[in-house]
C-alpha cells in the first residue's frame, strides 16, 4: 500500500497525506541539512507511484512500476553508483575513495516500502557513524551501502562447476531458490520467489545439500583470509569450488533478522513481512521487537500469510541450526526452544549451553567478553546438533542449515578488521573443519554440496564521528517515533 494511501489513526498518526507530507518535508529539511551529512548518507521513502531518495547533494526517484525510470529532481543522484563490486577486493576496500556504491538500491526501496509497516523515512548511517549510546558498534550494518550489504557468497562441493574467484554478485534472495533446487525442488515452483537459483554455478546431484550462515562476516575478509591460510576449511571449500567477489547483497536494511528472512524464504522484508529488527505496526500501534534472544524463537510466527520457507520448498529430510526461520524444517533448534515452553525463549538456555572456557573452538582471549563468551556457546551447541544430526550417512538430512552467530559479534565489538572479529571467524572455521572431518570419516564429502553465505556485510564505524539527528528532528518540532535507529515514523 503506498505511502500517501495508508489511513491513520489520529491517536497515533497525522491523519491526511497532506499532513504527512508536510511533515516528511518539515524532516527533510532537517536531515538533509549539509550539518548532518557526516552522520546522514541519505534518506529514502515512498509517496504514491514514486521511491526517493534524497541528501544533500541532490534527490531523485524512481517510479515504482519502472524501476529503472529514475528522475534526478535536485542536484546527484544519490544512488547513481551501484556497482556490486564496489571496493573489491579487501586493498580496494582499505584504500576507498570519496563516493559510494548502492547495488540494486531501487529494487531493495521497492521491497521494504511495500509493506504498510516500513517507516515513513528511512534514514542511511554513514559508514563513518558511531553511535555507542543508541547501541551501535565499532563494526556497523545495515546501510545501502555496498560493504555493509555485501554478505559472502561461496559453492563448493558437488555439483558445482566454478573455480575460484568469480567476478560476479548475486543477492541474498538467491540463496533459498537455490537450495530448494539443489535439494530437488523444481525452478517452475521457484519462479514466484523474487531471487533466482544459480544455475549458472551449480547443479543439483541428488546428494547431501548444507547452507551455512556465518553472521556478519565481511565478504571480502573472508576471502582475503582464505586465502592466506587463516581460515583452512574455508579455504577447502574454496579448493573445490568458487566465491563471488561481489557476495551476495542484502535486502535493506541490511540487518539480522530481516536478511535471514530473506536467505530463507527467497523473498525480500516487503513480501516476508519482518521489515526490521525492530519495527512500529501502527495498526497495532506497538513496536514489535523481532531480534531479541527472548523473541528469536516465535520469528516464524512474523511471517506474512503465504511465505514459504526453504524447507517449505522441498520433499527431503531437512535440519535447522540455531536458525529462528524454520518453520516446517523436520529438526529445528528452535522447535525444541518452543517445545520447552518458557517465554524467555533462548534467554532461558544460558545454564544449559556448553561451558566456552572448555571449547577447543574458541579463541580463549575473548571469553572474557560476554558477548563472545555467549555467541561461543551457542556455537558450540550449535556444532553439537550438527554432528549428531549427521550420526550416520542414513540418518543425516539431505538438506540443512547452519546458523553461526559469534561471527556477527567479534565484527560488532571490534570492527570488520579487527583481531576479534578475525578470531571469531577462525573459531568458525574449527567448527567448520570438524564438520567436514566428520564427513570424511562417513566417506561422504564428495557428495556434499555447500553454500556459505551471511545476512549482511561489515563496516568500520569512526569513534570520533558522533551525532544524533533525533536531536535535530526534536529542535525542528517534527513529531516522530525512531525505530531501529532510522526507520522514522512521522506524526507517532
Same mark, same amino acid.
Given at each position: ?51 526517493? @531518495?534524497?541528501? *544533500? ?5 524512481? %517510479?515504482?512500476?519502472? &524501476? +529503472? /525510470?529514475?528522475?534526478? !529532481?535536485? $542536484? ?96 541474498? @534472495?538467491?540463496? *533459498? ?5 539443489? %535439494?530437488?525442488?523444481? &525452478? +517452475? /515452483?521457484?519462479?514466484? !520467489?523474487? $531471487? ?297
Amino acid at each position: 500500500m503506498p505511502l500517501s494511501d495508508r489511513t491513520f489513526d489520529t491517536a497515533v498518526g497525522t491523519g491526511s497525506p497532506d499532513e504527512l507530507a508536510g511533515l516528511r518535508e518539515r524532516a527533510l529539511d532537517v536531515l538533509t541539512d549539509p550539518a548532518l551529512a557526516r552522520i546522514v548518507e541519505l534518506v529514502a521513502w515512498a509517496d504514491g507511484d514514486h521511491l526517493y @531518495v534524497a541528501n *544533500a547533494a541532490g534527490r531523485s526517484r524512481a %517510479a515504482r512500476n519502472a &524501476l +529503472s /525510470s529514475v528522475e534526478v !529532481l535536485a $542536484g546527484t543522484d544519490p544512488v547513481a553508483r551501484q556497482d556490486p563490486l564496489a571496493f573489491t577486493p579487501l586493498p580496494a576496500e582499505f584504500a576507498a575513495a570519496e563516493g559510494n556504491s548502492y547495488p540494486f538500491a531501487w529494487q531493495r526501496l521497492a521491497s521494504l516500502f511495500d509493506d504498510p509497516r516500513a517507516p515513513d523515512l528511512a534514514v542511511v548511517h554513514t559508514g563513518a557513524h558511531h553511535w555507542p549510546e543508541r547501541g551501535g558498534h565499532l563494526g556497523e550494518h545495515g546501510s545501502l551501502a555496498v560493504v555493509q550489504s555485501r554478505a559472502p557468497l561461496l559453492l563448493s562441493g558437488a555439483g558445482v562447476r566454478e573455480r575460484g574467484v568469480l567476478q560476479t554478485a548475486a543477492r541474498v @534472495v538467491d540463496v *533459498a531458490p537455490t537450495l530448494a533446487w539443489l %535439494a530437488g525442488a523444481s &525452478l +517452475s /515452483s521457484l519462479a514466484d !520467489l523474487d $531471487g533466482s537459483a544459480l544455475v549458472d554455478l551449480v547443479t543439483p546431484t541428488g546428494g547431501y545439500v548444507v547452507g551455512l550462515l556465518w553472521d556478519g562476516v565481511n565478504s571480502n575478509s573472508l576471502t582475503a583470509l582464505a586465502e592466506s591460510g587463516d581460515l583452512p576449511a574455508v579455504a577447502r571449500l574454496l579448493s573445490q569450488g568458487c566465491v563471488l567477489a561481489g557476495g551476495a547483497i542484502a535486502e535493506f536494511p541490511s540487518v539480522t533478522l530481516v536478511n535471514h528472512t530473506c536467505a530463507l524464504t527467497g523473498v525480500g522484508p516487503g513480501r516476508h513481512g519482518i521489515v526490521n529488527n525492530s519495527y512500529y505496526d501502527r495498526v497495532r500501534s506497538e513496536t514489535i521487537h523481532a531480534n531479541e534472544q527472548k523473541t528469536w524463537h516465535l520469528a516464524t510466527g512474523l511471517l506474512r500469510d503465504g511465505v514459504r520457507t526453504v524447507f517449505e520448498m522441498v520433499d527431503v529430510q531437512t535440519a535447522c541450526v540455531d536458525e529462528p526461520v524454520d518453520r516446517g524444517a523436520d529438526y529445528s533448534t528452535f522447535a525444541l526452544i518452543r517445545g520447552g515452553g518458557s517465554s524467555d525463549g533462548a534467554a532461558s538456555m544460558d545454564s544449559a549451553l556448553p561451558n566456552p572456557r572448555e571449547d577447543p573452538h574458541t579463541t580463549q582471549a575473548h571469553v572474557r567478553n560476554r558477548n563472545y563468551a555467549f555467541g561461543s556457546q551457542v556455537d558450540a551447541i550449535g556444532l553439537q546438533q550438527v554432528l549428531s544430526l549427521w550420526e550416520s550417512p542414513e540418518s543425516a538430512p539431505r538438506l540443512m542449515w547452519w546458523n553461526s552467530m559469534n561471527t556477527d559479534t567479534g565484527h560488532h565489538e571490534g570492527g570488520p578488521h579487527s583481531d576479534i572479529a578475525h578470531d571469531s571467524m577462525r573459531d568458525a572455521d574449527r567448527r567448520l573443519g570438524a564438520f567436514l572431518a566428520h564427513l570424511d570419516s562417513l566417506g561422504i564429502t564428495d557428495q556434499v554440496t555447500f553454500l556459505l553465505t551471511a545476512d549482511h556485510g561489515s563496516e568500520g564505524a569512526d569513534p570520533a564521528c558522533t551525532g544524533d539527528w533525533d536531536e535535530a528532528l526534536r529542535e525542528a518540532g517534527v513529531p516522530f517515533r525512531d525505530e531501529a535507529y532510522g526507520f522514522i515514523y512521522l506524526g507517532v
